[in-house]
């Protein structure tokens, strides 16, 4: 198996480091504090709370709920009862009388998987409670008297809610009657986590501990790279992981994709640049993702963010070299393009300088 590992969480000896953000996080929850955690895109938010729920697994029930893309209060009771389904709340049956009444109790309608598991399709809606099937799913995790951790991913969706308001006060409430669950928020847009936690009117301020997450320090990053090659008895040349940290910005999800991609090579590059003709040819087979970029953008747009990706970090987008490059004439154009690139998340300010969120795109900039 490739030990650089691209999707979800495969066990602790794959995972990089972690060790200060685990400690905290356990720590946390067995004093009963929620938590926010927060920190840009593929930065290893997910995968880390898995991390912690293992450790937890013999103290709690660990339930992990993904709303990504759900748009109201329905489809988010429905994602919290597939996330229950799916943890050890219904022990090791895994179908069992409970789990029904479980389910009609909460109105749901459920299929059930090649795996013997249900999952749910749609929970009815009661017209004169609207929130009645979220209750009942608290009231069922509340009675059962055991300990709990939810993880609520993506948290920052419930900010799209038609109904966001009342939706956001009824769920603090409910959180906070419900006194053997931690919860744990994550998501990654900074600004609407920040309205949710930090903004005094709203119903979850200052209820959580807030924690951010962090890049993997460099050095732990490369013996974790260098560690899993030797295992492997795989040659590899040290100057081509310390740049591929460089490259990737030590971003996390990047790091792994190229080391995976490094690992997966029948014959290992002996340098640098023998490597660097091969990832050319890696990042040119994602053209079909980025073809369509120019025309998402002005023409200005386009070509900042494309001087960017040439520079690979830019830390005064105003001064008069960049200026030229862009071929932009005065800072406030500068500064509309910055922002609306921003905006479309497409650069994001990291440690004092803008670059590209997306660090195949930025490579793939500068291979065009
Ligand atoms: N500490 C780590 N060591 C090794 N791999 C990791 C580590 N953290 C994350 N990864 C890997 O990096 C990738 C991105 O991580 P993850 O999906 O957890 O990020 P995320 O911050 O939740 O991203 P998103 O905001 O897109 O949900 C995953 O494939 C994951 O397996
Ligand atoms: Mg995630």
Redesign the pocket.
Known sequence: MNP???????GPQ?????IEESEWLVNAIRNNQDITLY?????????????VFRKLEKEYVCIYTDI?GTSNAEEFTRELANGIIKSKVFSKQKFSEKMVTFLKSIGASFSIGIDGLPSIDMIYRDRKNIFGNLEEIYHFLNQLKIRIVIAI??FQEIKKYDNQSPFEGKLRALSQQSQNIVFIY?G?EQHLLNDIFTKYSMPFYQSTRMVA?EK?EKKVYFD?IIKHFRKAKKEVNHEIVDYILSISHQH??YV?AIANFLYSLEKQPGSVTEFELLYRDFILEKSVFYSELPELLTKQQFIVLKAIAKLSTISSPNSADFLEVSKIKSPSSMHRAINSLLDKQLIIKDHGSFRLYDVFLEHYLKYI
Do not use: M, P
């Open positions: 650089f590992v691209i999707k979800g969480y495969k794959f995972f990089c480091n972690r920190g840009y895109r593929r930065l290893g938010k997910s995968a880390l709370i898995q991390h990504w991913d993506e994550s990654s997450i993997i974790f996390t999800y792994q």
